[in-house]
């Protein structure tokens, strides 16, 4: 069966910590790992990975993919309050995207 | 990116009757897709339309519950029909990447639509 995991499901930080959140899949036809932040209703794209190895990066925020380990990571460096949202990481296969369960991320001043 | 509006932001419904969600793109996208997020849970794939045949659904969902039109390529609608208070949700549209040649590996999501059934 086709799933992502994420982890951890919440976390609690302050401002000015660095955070990693993990995102595991296993995807039928796996064709790109897509890292969303949802604060209210929408979900707001961040990155989309498809090669191992390559680091994106945008400010504060970087994520890689490692496609042996059928694995994710993001990291956001020096965070802010405006950092707390869901994190949702998805996998596409074939016309399909498949989303975890996301990570809870709670920045205090 | 697309974009992407949705209506209603948001409403609240009797149990046993229906609600019509619309979708518009501003560009004209090959694939929509309608997701449910109900509270608390991560995103779940109800249907895929495409323009010019039947939405295609996912385990779970039926088109007598969950009928949807995409009578072209920028507009689709989702009604949700016999409501009850499980129905209660976040509903999201989203499109592939609709940018000559963006990937159409990344979807991007309309504002969704939050729906109470009392």
């Known amino acids: 069966e086709d799933k992502v995991v994420q982890s951890p499901l919440s976390l609690v930080v302050h401002e000015g910590d660095t955070v990693t959140l993990n995102c595991s899949y296993e995807?039928?036809?796996?064709?790109?790992l897509l890292w969303y932040k949802q604060e209210k209703k929408a979900p707001t794209f961040l990155f989309m990975l498809?090669?191992?190895?390559i680091e994106k990066k945008s400010g504060r925020l970087s994520s890689i993919l490692d496609k042996k380990e059928l694995s994710s990571i993001l990291n956001i460096t020096a965070t802010q309050t405006g950092d707390s949202a869901i994190y949702l990481c998805?996998?596409?296969?074939?016309?399909?995207?498949?989303f975890g369960s996301g990570t809870k991320l709670n920045v205090k001043p | 990116s697309a974009v992407i509006s949705q209506k209603p932001s948001r409403d609240i419904c009797q149990r046993g009757t229906s609600l019509t969600i619309q979708c518009q793109v501003d560009?004209?996208?090959?694939?929509m897709f309608w997701y449910r997020q109900q509270p608390g849970q991560s995103l779940t794939l109800i249907a895929t339309?495409?323009?010019?045949?039947?939405?295609?659904?996912e385990s779970g969902f039926v088109i007598d519950k969950f009928p949807i039109s995409r009578p072209n390529l920028t507009f689709s609608t989702l009604t949700v029909s016999n409501m009850s208070p499980e129905d209660s949700s976040i509903y999201l549209c989203?499109?592939?990447?609709?940018?000559?040649?963006?990937?159409?590996?990344?979807?991007?999501f309309g504002p969704g639509t939050r729906l109470t059934v009392l």
């Open positions: 989203s499109v592939e990447d609709p940018r000559e040649g963006g990937s159409t590996d990344t979807q991007y």
């Open positions: 995807v039928t036809n796996f064709r790109s």
């Open positions: 498809t090669s191992s190895g």
């Open positions: 998805a996998a596409s296969g074939f016309n399909k995207f498949y």
């Open positions: 560009s004209q996208v090959t694939m």
């Open positions: 339309a495409n323009q010019g045949s039947e939405a295609t659904y």
